[in-house]
């Protein structure tokens, strides 16, 4: 069945480049040297002859963690739990089927991944990887050999999987028809005078979206002048008590004022920096500089009426706006004349559906022979009237390629679940699991 990906060492090398790139040689830095010393021997998980060991376990567990820092430890150990069931199932399936790995292709992907800044591989950074995770050379070569099956076994299902013609068909079908149309535009604005927004509505609308309304008031600083110490303590007491109602300031510095300043500049500058308090002592007495963070301020109705007044008018005109296209469309179907901005264009089937928001199922209404489409744009509606339907003279071959890749890549993934669910669902797959160590990790 899978002969030919078998044999075919170019496809096997894109995948083995594949996984080398996914193995990031950051895992290596978990919790320090010795950090697996305590898991030696016994397996966690087997699948027939694949067997994974705790030390493997782990090394897949830390990609994880540094992938989705944010994860709780046992999501992590059940997302780990699930990649490396699925990895040693695809792995036995590789076995079974007669598949195999060199001793040169563990090298090779050892050697890929071990390389100095000179791109030559590096034999020391090798023992220092395998020093801190504690493991045997001839361990991390049994656990490259379960990611290679692995990847083989992918490789070969991919390269029995086909791009279905009929669904290629139809993917670059708008892409192969031509259309001249008539573009007229419908926008809000050619209904928003004739309609009414009442006060109640106004009101209604500002209750429940009051928070919406809002200015920002940036972080101040206010200077009081004071004679004595005792005002000072005061002030201070005042101010730590969160309100400060016995003093006025001598003036207000907003913080994109702050270089403005000439009185006290260093010391309005300072109580920015450390947003607290600040006393300098003058020839006058003491300057106390508070600082004081920004705020939001709910904006009045009034203020904001004609906002909403208008947003409101703007909602119920595009609610509108389906209603009066299909008023346009029937009078150019009797083909009346209507008083609305036209453009003429020339588009590919895929044109038109990406700028005017349509689906397949407007391109089968017009190989039906259905003239008029109704679209949507940043600023409403749009009718398109076809004027003239043919065939695109380009040159379609990559777009070809492209929609057969994925294709071709949906009937892979298909293919490989169908297979895993089919030895599943018949128990042909021994698998042995060990929950008591599954706890301990």
């Given at each position: ?13 894109i ?7 996914s ?35 782990l ?25 490396v ?38 034999p ?7 020093k ?37 068909k139809?993917?670059?079908?708008p ?17 928003e ?46 101010w ?17 004022q ?35 963070p ?27 706006l389906?209603?009066?296209a ?8 009797e ?5 609305l ?18 689906d ?23 009718i ?8 695109n003279?380009e ?22 679940q ?17 929950d008591q ?5």
């Amino acid at each position: 069945m899978f002969g030919f990906a078998y044999k075919n060492r170019t496809l096997f090398n894109i995948f083995l480049a594949i996984v080398a790139f996914s193995f990031i040689l950051g895992t290596a830095i978990m919790w320090g040297p010795g950090g697996f010393s305590a898991l030696t021997g016994s397996y966690l998980l087997k699948v027939g002859d694949i067997t994974v060991t705790p030390k493997e376990f782990l090394i897949e567990l830390y990609q994880l963690q540094r992938q989705y820092p944010n994860f709780s430890k046992e999501q992590l150990k059940n997302i780990a739990k699930e990649k490396v069931l699925l990895e040693s199932v695809l792995a036995y399936f590789a076995y079974r089927d007669g598949f195999y790995v060199s001793k040169e292709e563990i090298a090779q992907f050892i050697r890929n991944m071990f390389r100095s800044k000179d791109g030559q591989f590096d034999p020391n950074l090798f023992k220092e990887y395998l020093k801190r995770l504690n493991m045997s050379p001839a361990e991390f070569e049994s656990y490259i050999r379960r990611i290679l099956l692995a990847s083989k076994y992918k490789t070969a299902v991919f390269s029995d999987s086909y791009a279905n013609e009929a669904v290629v068909k139809a993917l670059i079908l708008p892409f192969e028809l031509q259309l001249k149309v008539s573009v007229y535009k419908l926008t809000p604005q050619l209904v928003e005078d004739h309609i009414k927004v009442s006060p109640e509505e106004v009101k209604d609308f500002y209750t429940l979206y009051k928070e919406q309304f809002v200015k920002e008031i940036p972080p101040k600083v206010e200077v009081f002048v004071l004679p004595t110490k005792e005002g000072v303590k005061k002030l201070y007491s005042e101010w730590e008590k969160g309100k400060i109602s016995s003093f006025k300031p001598s003036f207000i510095v907003s913080q994109n004022q702050q270089e403005e300043v000439k009185e006290y500049k260093n010391l309005v500058k300072e109580a920015f920096q450390k947003k607290t308090l600040v006393v300098k002592e003058t020839p006058q007495g003491y300057a106390v500089a508070v600082y004081l963070p920004g705020e939001k301020e709910t904006l009045p109705l009034p203020e904001v009426y004609k906002q909403i007044e208008n947003q409101l008018k703007l909602e119920k005109a595009l609610k509108l706006l389906p209603t009066e296209a299909e008023k346009y469309v029937n009078l150019l179907k009797e083909g009346k004349k209507v008083n609305l901005p036209k453009e003429e264009k020339t588009l590919s089937g895929f044109e038109l559906m990406k700028l005017y928001g349509l689906d397949f199922d407007a391109i089968e209404k017009l190989l039906g022979g259905e003239r008029f489409l109704i679209g949507k744009t940043s600023n409403g509606l749009v009718i398109i009237e076809v004027q003239q339907l043919g065939e695109n003279n380009e040159d379609l071959k990559k777009v070809e390629v492209y929609y057969k890749a994925i294709a071709r890549q949906d009937d892979y993934r298909t293919k490989l679940q169908q297979i895993i669910n089919y030895y599943w669902k018949k128990g042909e797959i021994p698998i042995k699991f060990n929950d008591q160590l599954f706890k301990q990790l």
